[in-house]
């Protein structure tokens, strides 16, 4: 069974902070993909990596995925109050013509003004 | 048109009652999937539909019963169920077999509670 390790599960920051989330497995996926998600909103995607040691930046978002695509980290420099919501991490998992997504436990971000 | 809808967006029932979610994409996705997330809790994947045929039941219970009617909707059907089945229920699309990334578009979810 393939599991994500995310962490950490619950953050509360000032605005202006930096912080970083991760996201470990000891399996290999082949992306692996970032969502948010708001308060009563479905989960947005904010980005896919798939490449070992891939870097991508999203605005104040920096995301990487590791040299041997079993883990991932995802950096927010200088925090606002928007950014506040549920991060997850998710490894696709491929069984045939169908994908499926391994979902980390999530990180709930809350950012004070 | 890159959105998912479901409806409704609220639902209260008892336990005794059927009713029926529903979702809907316009995106020409092939893959749909059923998810159920409590609070603060990452989605737990239910059922995924690929090409209007089942093709993942993740062991949920037969009180759920998905359905298919065309490759743009997708139902929840609901029966007989227990207080520990409210939460957030979503729908998701994607393009199935896409560049192999699986990348999903959700819906804004139903809110289910159970009395």
């Known amino acids: 069974t393939q599991l994500l390790e995310q962490s950490p599960q619950f953050l509360s920051i000032q605005e202006g902070e930096n912080l970083t989330v991760y996201c470990n497995s000891s399996?290999?996926?082949?992306?692996l993909q970032w969502y948010r998600q708001e308060p009563g909103e479905g989960p947005v995607l904010l980005v896919t990596?798939?490449?070992?040691?891939e870097v991508k930046k999203l605005k104040r978002l920096t995301f990487q995925f590791g040299d041997a695509r079993k883990d991932s980290s995802l950096h927010i420099t200088a925090a606002q109050p928007g950014d506040t919501g549920l991060y997850l991490c998710?490894?696709?998992?491929?069984?045939?013509?169908?994908?499926?997504?391994?979902f980390g436990q999530g990180t709930t971000l809350q950012v004070k003004p | 048109d890159t959105e998912v809808t479901q409806t409704p967006k609220h639902l209260v029932m008892g336990m005794t009652n059927k009713k029926s979610l529903k979702c809907e994409q316009h995106?020409?996705?092939?893959?749909m999937y059923w998810y159920k997330q409590k609070a603060k809790k990452p989605p737990e994947l239910m059922f995924v539909?690929?090409?209007?045929?089942?093709?993942i039941n993740e062991s949920v219970p037969s009180r759920f019963s998905p359905e298919c009617p065309n490759s743009s909707l997708l139902n929840l059907h609901l029966h007989a169920l227990q207080p520990e089945d409210s939460a957030l229920y979503l729908c998701?699309?994607?393009?199935?077999?896409?560049?192999?990334?699986?990348?999903?578009?959700f819906g804004p979810g139903t809110r289910l509670t159970v009395l």
């Open positions: 998701a699309s994607s393009q199935d077999r896409d560049r192999g990334l699986y990348e999903q578009f």
């Open positions: 399996s290999v996926f082949s992306s």
């Open positions: 990596v798939v490449t070992g040691g």
């Open positions: 998710a490894g696709v998992v491929v069984s045939g013509n169908t994908g499926k997504l391994i």
């Open positions: 995106m020409g996705h092939r893959a």
């Open positions: 539909y690929s090409y209007e045929k089942l093709s």
